[in-house]
């Protein structure tokens, strides 16, 4: 069975300064990977997601999420963080077999932003 | 293109009642994903709809229920209710084998 871990409960950055949110997985097959934000009392929306090809992948917002498959991790970066972006973040993984359609999150990482 | 949506958005129940909750998925979409949250345990499936079907489902107990309309709406249900079940249900919608699209949650809490 698949599994996410978010080593991270909460970060505080400072805005302007870079963040690495981290993630690693676990999963027999090639792992379809996601990140989702998520903000107080709403729904999740995705930032970016990976299927195959290129390991480093864009998403919205200045987002970006690079694959290492030797480590298992697929790690959300951004070079400057603003005010905006403090929220829930989560990585997910899909499974590849029986499709995107089941999604194994992780636990969530709280980005907090002080200016 | 509009949203996800979910009804109601707040929910308030005693213990022992039931609950049905409402999904809309986007336009197009045929597959429909149930999640719980709840601080303690996070994000669980709970199981997916695809054209009226369920083909996945999560660890949940059978107070747990689901369908699917031919217009691909989803209801969830949730028989005889407990404390625990106090959570944000979050339903999502994808086309084919595609991401998955969250809509805002229905906030269920039980008393």
């Known amino acids: 069975a698949q599994s996410v871990t978010q080593p991270d409960i909460h970060i505080t950055v400072s805005e302007g300064a870079s963040l690495e949110l981290r993630c690693n997985y676990s999963?027999?097959?090639?792992?379809?990977l996601f990140w989702y934000v998520q903000s107080p009392g709403q729904g999740l929306q995705l930032l970016l997601k990976?299927?195959?090809?290129?390991?480093l992948v864009q998403g919205i917002k200045g987002f970006e999420a690079e694959f290492k498959r030797s480590q298992s991790s697929f790690n959300l970066r951004k070079p400057s963080v603003h005010w905006s972006d403090a929220a829930e973040y989560f990585c997910?993984?899909?499974?590849?077999?029986?499709?995107?359609?089941?999604?194994?999150f992780g636990k969530g990482t709280m980005l907090l932003v002080s200016p | 293109k509009a949203g996800v949506t979910q009804t109601p958005r707040y929910l308030i129940k005693t213990r022992g009642q039931q609950v049905t909750l409402s999904c809309s998925p986007i336009s197009g979409h045929r597959s429909v994903s149930w999640y719980q949250q709840t601080p303690g345990q996070g994000l669980q499936f709970l199981f997916e709809y695809f054209s009226e079907t369920q083909r996945n489902k999560g660890n949940f107990p059978g107070r747990f229920s689901g369908r699917q309309f031919s217009n691909s709406r989803s209801e969830m249900n949730v028989s005889t209710l407990e404390l625990g079940d106090s959570a944000l249900y979050l339903c999502?919608?994808?086309?084919?084998?595609?991401?998955?699209?969250f809509g805002p949650g229905t906030r269920l809490t039980v008393t």
């Open positions: 997910a993984v899909g499974a590849s077999i029986s499709g995107y359609s089941t999604l194994t």
């Open positions: 990976y299927f195959s090809g290129d390991t």
């Open positions: 999502a919608s994808s086309f084919g084998r595609d991401e998955q699209y």
């Open positions: 999963y027999g097959a090639t792992p379809y």
